[in-house]
C-alpha cells in the first residue's frame, strides 16, 4: 500500500460524486475533497464497489453537514482564521467522569465556576453515551453513539452542555471509541442473530490454530482481567477478536461500512458541539495478521480522513490522539506531511517523570525531554501526570532498551518504589495486574506521591510530578481530584480485582472544595499550587516565542532543566539538597511554596524534591 504521503492517483473525482453541502461546505469540499478520496482509495480502492460506496458515504456526510447549527458553523469560520487555536490556548485540561464529578451532563454547568477558577480550557469528560449493560470499561464498551447513557442526560442536555462551555471559553472534548462496540451494540446482537452484513463488522475466526497463530505476535492489555486478544462466541460459533475485555468487540476497517459508520458518528458528536474528539486506543484500528496490530500505516490512513472529513463538514473540531506507545510511534500521530491529529498524550514524558522520581535521579526525564522534537505547527502535547488509566510502563521500554539498559531490571525497581514494596518508600500505588507488576501502575498522584498532611516533603513531590506538565510546551491536565489532592476512590476489594482503575473514579470531594481557600489545609495547598503553575506556565509562553523548550545540559543526575526563551525551570528529583550554579545574570526566583529554594552567593540551593522558575529581572 501507499503511505498517506506518497498517495495514489484519486480512483475518483470526489467532486463527481457532487454531495450536497452547504455552500461553505462545497467550497471546502472542492479544496479537501480530492484528498479525502485518495485517503479512501489507498484503503478500499481496490474494491469493486467503491465509486458507489464514496459517492453514498459523501452523501450521507453532506446530510449530517446541512443540519450543523448556525452556532458551530460561525466557530467554523472563526477557529479557520486560527487554526492553531487549541495549541495556543492559555487554559489547562480538565478530565472527568461525568457522575462522578456533577451527576449528569446538565449539572456540570454547576461546577462551571471550579473549572473557571482552574483556569479550564479543555473539559474531557469520560465516556457517557449509551454504554453496556453491567461491566463496561468505565463506558469504554459503548452500545450506541447516537445515545446519552440513562441517567446522564439526553443528547439535546449534551448539545446545550457544549453551547454554555463554549460560552466560558472551555472546549469539550469526548471520546470517540473507534476500535470497538460493545457485545450489546445493535451491529454485534444482529450478527449474533445471524445478520451477514453485520458480521463483516467484526473479525471472527472459526479455527482455533488460526487465532492461535494471531495471538502469538499480540500484546495483552488485560492480562489478568481479560487475558488474549480473541473470546469464544457461542452464537456465532467463532472467536470474535476482542483486543480490551472480551464484550469489547473490535471493528473490522477493512469494510468500508465500519469507516463509514464511525466517520458519521463522529461528525454527529461534533455537530453536537464536542469541539476536540478523543480518539480512543487509536493505535489498535487496523489489524495487520503476523504484527503486533499497533500503529499500523493504514491506522494513519484513517486518521487522516477522518480529519479531511472533520476539516470539510466541521471544521472548528480537532482530535486527540490515545496512542499510549513508544515516543516516535506517538510523534506520528500528529501528521507526517499531511494533517493528522492536534494533540496527543506525551505517555513516555509522563511515565518517564514517575520514573525519574521513584529513581530519585532526572536521567529518565531528561532524556525523553531530549528525544523529542518540536511539533508541527498547531499540534500540542497533552502533559499529564495522572489520568483514568494506569501507567503502562512500556511505553519506555524502547529507549531503555536502545540505551543498553535492562528494562525489567530499571522498571522492577521503579514499580517496587512506587507500588511500595521497595524499603523507604512512601508510595501507595498498586499493580494494575497482579502477576504481572511492571505491567502498569494503578493509583490517584497524592497516593503515588504518598501525600499526606502537614508533610511538606509529599507536597514537594506532588509539585515536581504536576511541574514538569506545566513546565513542558503543551497543554497541561490536571485529573478530577488532583487539584484538591484527593486520594484513592473507595472499592470493594471485588472491583479492585475486577480493574484496578476503579481506584480512579473518586467522587467529588465537596468537603476539599468547601477547604480550597482555608489557607494551610491540604486542598487549599495543592489548588492553589495549581493556579500558581497555570500563572508560570503563562510566563513561559509569554517569553519563549514559541521557541518551545530546550533541555539544560550539564547538569548533575539530580537535576532536570528546561529553558524557555529566557527563562529556566529547574527540577531536584534527588531525595538531597542541590545545588546548581546561577547562569550569568540577575534573576527572579520563583517558586511553589513548597520548593523553598534559595539564591545564595555561589548559585541557588534546591532542596530535595524541590524546583524553581528563574525570569530574568526585571521580571518579564
Ligand atoms: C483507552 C481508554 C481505556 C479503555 C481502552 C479501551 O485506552 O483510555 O480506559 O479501557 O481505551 O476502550
Known amino acids: 500500500m501507499s503511505t498517506a504521503q506518497g498517495l495514489p492517483a484519486p480512483v475518483l473525482d470526489a467532486s463527481a460524486a457532487q454531495p450536497s453541502f452547504s455552500a461553505q461546505a462545497q467550497a471546502r469540499f472542492a479544496r479537501h475533497g480530492a484528498r479525502l478520496s485518495q485517503l479512501l482509495a489507498v484503503l478500499y480502492g481496490q474494491r469493486d464497489d467503491f465509486q458507489p460506496w464514496l459517492s453514498g458515504f459523501l452523501a450521507q456526510l453532506a446530510d449530517i453537514e446541512r443540519a450543523r447549527s448556525g452556532d458551530l458553523r460561525e466557530l467554523d469560520e472563526r477557529r479557520m482564521g486560527a487554526p492553531d487555536w487549541l495549541a495556543r490556548g492559555s487554559g489547562v485540561a480538565y478530565s472527568c467522569y461525568v457522575d462522578r464529578f456533577a451527576g449528569t451532563l446538565p449539572a456540570i454547568r454547576e461546577r462551571l465556576g471550579h473549572l473557571r477558577e482552574l483556569g479550564?480550557?479543555?473539559?474531557?469528560?469520560?465516556?457517557?453515551?449509551?454504554?453496556?449493560?453491567?461491566?463496561?470499561?468505565?463506558?469504554?464498551?459503548?452500545?450506541?453513539?447516537?445515545?446519552?447513557q440513562d441517567g446522564l442526560g439526553s443528547i439535546s442536555d449534551l448539545a446545550e452542555l457544549g453551547a454554555a462551555l463554549r460560552g466560558h471559553g472551555i472546549s469539550l472534548m469526548a471520546d470517540v471509541v473507534l476500535n470497538h462496540v460493545a457485545d450489546d451494540h445493535p451491529w454485534a446482537k444482529a450478527a449474533m442473530l445471524g445478520d451477514e452484513a453485520r458480521q463483516g463488522?467484526?473479525?471472527?475466526?472459526?479455527?482455533?490454530?488460526?487465532?492461535?497463530?494471531?495471538?502469538?505476535?499480540?500484546?495483552?492489555?488485560?492480562?489478568?482481567?481479560?487475558?488474549?486478544?480473541?473470546?469464544?462466541?457461542?452464537?456465532?460459533?467463532?472467536?470474535?477478536?476482542?483486543?480490551?475485555?472480551?464484550?469489547?468487540?473490535?471493528?473490522?476497517?477493512?469494510?468500508?461500512?465500519?469507516?463509514?459508520?464511525?466517520?458519521?458518528?463522529?461528525?454527529?458528536?461534533?455537530?453536537?458541539?464536542?469541539?476536540?474528539?478523543?480518539?480512543?486506543?487509536?493505535?489498535?484500528?487496523?489489524?495487520?495478521?503476523?504484527?503486533?496490530?499497533?500503529?499500523?500505516?493504514?491506522?494513519?490512513?484513517?486518521?487522516?480522513?477522518?480529519?479531511?472529513?472533520?476539516?470539510?463538514?466541521?471544521?472548528?473540531?480537532?482530535?486527540?490522539?490515545?496512542?499510549?506507545?513508544?515516543?516516535?510511534e506517538i510523534l506520528r500521530y500528529f501528521g507526517d506531511g499531511l494533517p493528522e491529529c492536534s494533540l496527543a498524550y506525551n505517555a513516555a514524558l509522563m511515565a518517564a517523570t514517575w520514573a525519574s522520581l521513584a529513581r530519585a535521579s532526572a536521567s529518565m526525564v531528561r532524556q525523553t525531554a531530549l528525544a523529542t522534537p518540536q511539533l508541527p505547527a498547531g499540534c500540542a502535547w497533552v502533559n499529564y501526570v495522572r489520568c483514568h488509566d494506569d501507567i503502562i510502563w512500556n511505553v519506555l521500554r524502547r529507549d531503555i532498551e536502545t540505551r543498553g539498559q535492562d528494562y525489567v531490571q530499571l522498571i522492577g525497581a521503579v514499580t517496587d518504589v512506587l507500588?511500595?514494596?521497595?524499603?523507604?518508600?512512601?508510595?501507595?500505588?498498586?499493580p494494575s495486574q497482579r502477576h504481572d507488576p511492571l505491567h502498569g501502575t494503578s493509583g490517584m498522584t497524592a497516593e503515588l506521591v504518598g501525600l499526606r498532611?502537614?508533610?511538606?516533603?509529599?507536597?514537594?513531590?506532588?509539585?515536581?510530578?504536576?511541574?514538569?506538565?506545566?513546565?513542558?510546551?503543551?497543554?497541561?491536565?490536571?485529573?478530577?481530584?488532583?487539584?484538591?489532592?484527593?486520594?484513592?476512590?473507595?472499592v470493594t476489594p471485588g472491583q479492585e480485582a475486577d480493574d484496578t482503575r476503579w481506584l480512579h473514579r473518586p467522587e467529588f470531594d465537596q468537603a476539599a472544595m468547601a477547604q480550597r481557600h482555608v489557607p494551610g489545609s491540604t486542598p487549599q495547598r495543592v489548588f492553589s499550587l495549581m493556579q500558581w503553575f497555570r500563572q508560570m506556565r503563562q510566563r513561559l509562553r509569554d517569553n519563549d516565542s514559541g521557541q518551545g523548550a530546550e533541555v539544560i545540559a550539564g547538569l548533575s543526575d539530580a537535576l532536570f532543566g528546561l529553558r524557555r526563551g529566557p527563562c529556566r525551570v529547574l527540577f531536584n528529583f534527588s531525595e538531597s539538597e542541590q545545588s546548581v550554579e546561577l547562569p550569568a545574570g540577575r534573576w527572579k526566583l520563583y517558586a511553589p511554596w513548597q520548593s523553598q529554594p534559595r539564591i545564595v552567593s555561589d548559585g541557588l540551593r534546591l532542596p530535595e524534591h524541590g524546583q524553581a522558575w528563574l525570569l530574568p529581572e526585571p521580571a518579564l
Open 201 to 328: 463488522y467484526f473479525l471472527t475466526f472459526g479455527d482455533r490454530s488460526e487465532v492461535e497463530a494471531i495471538e502469538a505476535h499480540l500484546d495483552q492489555v488485560f492480562p489478568d482481567q481479560a487475558p488474549g486478544n480473541f473470546t469464544w462466541n457461542p452464537a456465532l460459533k467463532r472467536w470474535v477478536w476482542t483486543t480490551f475485555f472480551e464484550y469489547q468487540w473490535d471493528l473490522n476497517y477493512q469494510n468500508p461500512e465500519v469507516f463509514a459508520e464511525m466517520a458519521l458518528a463522529m461528525v454527529r458528536l461534533a455537530n453536537l458541539g464536542v469541539e476536540v474528539l478523543r480518539v480512543d486506543s487509536a493505535p489498535y484500528i487496523w489489524k495487520r495478521i503476523g504484527t503486533d496490530c499497533k500503529n499500523q500505516p493504514e491506522v494513519h490512513v484513517i486518521l487522516k480522513a477522518l480529519r479531511v472529513i472533520l476539516d470539510i463538514v466541521a471544521p472548528a473540531t480537532r482530535m486527540n490522539a490515545e496512542a499510549i506507545v513508544e515516543r516516535e
Open 419 to 430: 507500588h511500595g514494596s521497595a524499603a523507604a518508600t512512601q508510595s501507595r500505588g498498586v
Open 453 to 490: 498532611a502537614g508533610d511538606e516533603a509529599s507536597l514537594r513531590r506532588y509539585a515536581l510530578v504536576y511541574g514538569v506538565a506545566f513546565a513542558m510546551p503543551g497543554i497541561p491536565l490536571i485529573y478530577m481530584g488532583d487539584e484538591f489532592g484527593q486520594g484513592n476512590a473507595a
Open 120 to 148: 479550564v480550557q479543555l473539559l474531557h469528560l469520560l465516556p457517557f453515551l449509551k454504554m453496556r449493560e453491567g461491566a463496561n470499561d468505565g463506558g469504554f464498551a459503548v452500545s450506541d453513539f447516537a445515545e446519552v
